[in-house]
């Protein structure tokens, strides 16, 4: 079954519930009508027995009633105002006066009924042929202590055919209200979700050109607004995936072409000119360092991306820091020596962090390897670790030749290379400090460079120190 759309389920919703609201409204307005007008018959009912007694006179043990037929309006409370009334002698519970409408109906009380009203006078009801009469009960004392019930009474019909009247009224207005409803509803849900339509239509106006394009915003800050904010947030997000991803393809391009190009061209000259044993030797050993250039960029290239599909595991261990970096200075030492560049560095002991030291030496040796080769000849490299706050801080500084600032928020980008001049002066294919950055964050650390052109260039790293995992700068 296909689902609901949104706007019919609004529309059956804000039907439900406006047709739920006037089926109360109408039964509590029915209920306060039927109340009313039952309060207003008694109290009708007991000024009319009021005034009844008015003309009643006890002669001789007898009660009577004695009114001028000749005054209109005594006759006419009498005889119209007071239809429905009769008295009975309690003790014998005979009719002593009775009008002739009941009289007509034909209305009786037994003697057992008589005295079972007298003993308890309060309203009762009748139902005489197809009408239903309210009484008024009331006891009449004498001297003699005669006793006399007088029931005044009123017909039903006014105020059933009033409740009916309201029924029939209510049960007409019910669906013309719910189907007034359900056609309001039916527009108010086109009004709430065409800002809905309006962002599909704009996103399938943005195509993958033209993800720099943004969904509009109506200034409200409403769900509309919030949903708007999302999915512009998702497309910058999905604009700096392609941008990466087209960078990354045209880096990877260059990077493949030069020792693919500089292959294909040693092994023209090999199998063309002929050389000589020696120089087979040559171009072999130059291969195989071409060769040992891509296999390390392959390498860089399938640890990022199991780290991307969350395949590396980083252990968590207690690692001293502190003789690490002093160790992985001593192997370097040769290195920097071998490029006249002078390496110091200051060391705090015994700082312990949690972390995976294979990991953590890939750090200290990316980064030492970095300024050792950007530094030229007679320059120098100070290494210095120590603590700040609960954060071991470990700092790489060299006097090379820096980096544009232009150049410093994508250093950590995959395959980035600052400038051509500065690529040409050193091997590599951009990936070793994407991979820093992300070894630091697995570390729950963060990495920052400082770097001015030929003012060399400062790598600062904290991780937190063991215990502190859980705690940020």
């Known amino acids: 079954m296909k689902p609901l759309s949104l706007r019919t389920q609004l529309t059956l919703v804000y039907t439900a519930i406006f047709g739920v609201l006037l089926v109360g409204l109408g039964g509590i307005l029915y209920h306060t009508l039927a109340t009313r007008l039952d309060r207003s018959l008694n109290e009708e009912l007991d000024e009319r027995a009021a005034a009844l007694r008015g003309f009643l006179t006890l002669r001789d043990g007898t009660l009577q009633l004695v009114f001028n037929e000749n005054d ?72 003699s202590a005669a006793d006399f019930l007088v029931q005044v009474g009123a017909s039903l019909q006014p105020v059933e055919d009033a409740l009916h009247q309201f029924l029939g009224t209510m049960l007409l207005l019910i669906p013309v209200g719910a189907l007034l409803a359900a056609l309001c509803g039916w527009w108010m849900a086109r009004r709430a979700i065409r800002p809905v339509d309006v962002l599909a239509r704009a996103t399938r106006e943005i195509e993958i050109s033209g993800l720099h394009r943004r969904l509009p915003t109506r200034g409200a800050g409403d769900e509309i607004d919030r949903l708007s904010e999302a999915f512009n947030e998702t497309l910058a997000k999905l604009q700096a995936s392609v941008e990466q991803m087209k960078q990354f393809t ?117 980064l030492l390897d970095n300024a050792v080769k950007f530094t030229p000849a007679s320059g120098r490299v100070v290494v210095s670790l120590g603590r700040e706050n609960r954060f071991a801080r470990l700092e790489v500084q060299d006097t090379g030749i820096g980096i544009p600032a232009d150049s410093l928020p994508h250093i950590f980008d995959r395959f980035y290379r600052a400038d051509p001049s500065r690529s040409r002066l050193v091997e590599g294919a951009g990936l070793g400090l994407s991979l820093v950055k992300w070894i630091v964050e697995q570390h729950h650390g963060r990495v920052t460079a400082e770097s001015a052109m030929s003012g060399g260039t400062c790598f600062t790293v904290w991780i937190p120190l063991a215990g502190r995992s859980g705690n940020t700068l």
């Not at 409370?77 to 009769?86: G, L, P, S």
């Open 72 to 143: 209109p309006e005594q006759a006419h409370f009498v005889h119209d105002a007071t239809r429905f009334y009769q008295i009975f002698d309690v003790a014998t519970g005979e009719v002593v006066v009775q009008s002739r409408e009941i009289e007509l109906l034909g209305v009786r009380l037994s003697p057992d009924e008589v005295r079972q009203l007298a003993r308890d006078p309060d309203f009762s009801e009748i139902q005489a042929h197809n009408t239903r009469i309210r009484f008024h009960n009331a006891v009449i004392r004498d001297n």
């Open 250 to 366: 045209a880096a990877i391009s260059h990077e493949l072409r030069t020792p693919l190009t500089a292959l294909r061209g040693q092994a023209e000259v090999a199998l063309f000119e002929l050389p000589s044993p020696e120089e087979y030797r040559r171009i072999l050993a130059d291969q195989l360092e071409e060769f040992d250039k891509l296999t390390r960029m392959i390498n860089h290239l399938l640890i990022l991306a199991r780290a991307d599909a969350g395949e590396i595991q980083i252990s968590h261990g207690s690692v001293n820091l502190s003789e690490l970096v002093n160790s992985l200075v001593e192997q370097m030492e040769p290195v920097a020596v071998s490029e006249n560049v002078e390496l110091k560095i200051a060391a705090e002991n015994d700082l312990v962090v949690e972390g995976d030291p294979d990991w953590l030496e890939r750090v200290v040796l990316n």
